[in-house]
């Protein structure tokens, strides 16, 4: 039944969602849900806006969807991203933390800096934002 089958399709349900995960968008669009896309790049959230707007029945999904634009690495603006989303919406029921990045190399070989880049951006990033 998937994740959609939890819900009531006439209910309201607040998406927040990360990166790459248009398709799971528009799975939650057309069952009703209001979202908040966020990512790193505003031309791709408008990009996946207009797809569901193209898609969209408005007798079905009434809502006015949201976009946040920031970088997970940088935990001050997802903190203010995350204060921003709840004026936009009054609660989050469903979050999906979907970003992150990756790094091989050989680890005697690879910057402390590069380390610390992936433990913001794939662990404290989500976890600032998930508090």
């Not at 939650?28 to 207009?50: K, T």
């Not at 969807?65 to 989303?85: G, N, P, R, W």
């Amino acid at each position: 039944m998937g994740i959609l089958g939890l819900y009531n399709q006439t209910d309201t349900h607040s998406l927040f969602l990360l990166s790459s995960w248009p398709e799971c968008a528009k799975a939650f669009h057309a069952a009703g849900s209001q979202l908040v896309l966020c990512g790193r790049s505003a031309e791709r959230l408008q990009g996946v806006l207009q797809e569901l707007s193209a898609a969209a029945d408005p007798l079905k999904n009434g809502h006015k969807h949201h976009t946040m634009v920031f970088d997970l690495s940088d935990i001050k603006t997802v903190v203010s991203a995350a204060k921003e989303i709840l004026s936009c919406v009054d609660h989050v029921d469903i979050l999906i933390n979907n970003a992150g990045i990756s790094y091989r190399g050989i680890i005697t070989e690879t910057a402390i800096e590069v380390d610390r880049k992936v433990m913001e951006t794939n662990y404290f990033g989500p976890l600032a934002l998930t508090k």
